[in-house]
C-alpha cells in the first residue's frame, strides 16, 4: 500500500527558510519520479518541483531559485528545501509519486509579513 508522510511544515516570516519532508512507503522509491504540490486558500493544488529517478529537476516559475527539491534513496525521502519564503508560498504541501493516485495528508506552511 503506497503511503506518503509529509513533515516539516510550520509558520515561519517572509524571508525565512524551511525544509519539508516525505517518506514514501509501498514502493520502489529509487524508481520513481517524485513531485510536491501545494494548495493555498481557494486555491487549486498546483505543482511546485520535480524530479525524476535520475535526480533531473524541474520547477514552477514562482519557486525558481528560492526552492530545491531533493531525494534520498537510501532513506525513501523526498526533500522541498524552501528558502526567501514569500507569504504567496503559503499553502499546504503534498508529495506525490509518479503514476500512484495516493496523496498524503500533506504539511501546512504558515508565513507572516
Known amino acids: 500500500q503506497v503511503r506518503l508522510v509529509e513533515s516539516g511544515g510550520g509558520f515561519v516570516q517572509a524571508g525565512g527558510s524551511l525544509r519539508l519532508s516525505c517518506v514514501a512507503f509501498?514502493?520502489?522509491?529509487?524508481?520513481?519520479?517524485m513531485g510536491w504540490y501545494r494548495q493555498g486558500p481557494g486555491m487549486q493544488r498546483e505543482p511546485v518541483a520535480s524530479?525524476?529517478?535520475?535526480?533531473?529537476?524541474n520547477y514552477a516559475d514562482a519557486v525558481k531559485g528560492r526552492f530545491t527539491i531533493s531525494r534520498d534513496k537510501a532513506e525513501n525521502t523526498l526533500s522541498l528545501e524552501m528558502d526567501n519564503l514569500k507569504t504567496d508560498d503559503a499553502a499546504l504541501y503534498y508529495c506525490?509519486?509518479?503514476?500512484?493516485?495516493?496523496w498524503g495528508q500533506g504539511t501546512q506552511v504558515t508565513i507572516s509579513p
Open positions: 506525490t509519486a509518479q503514476g500512484f493516485a495516493s
Open positions: 524530479i525524476t529517478r535520475r535526480g533531473s529537476t
Open positions: 509501498g514502493f520502489r522509491f529509487r524508481f520513481n519520479a
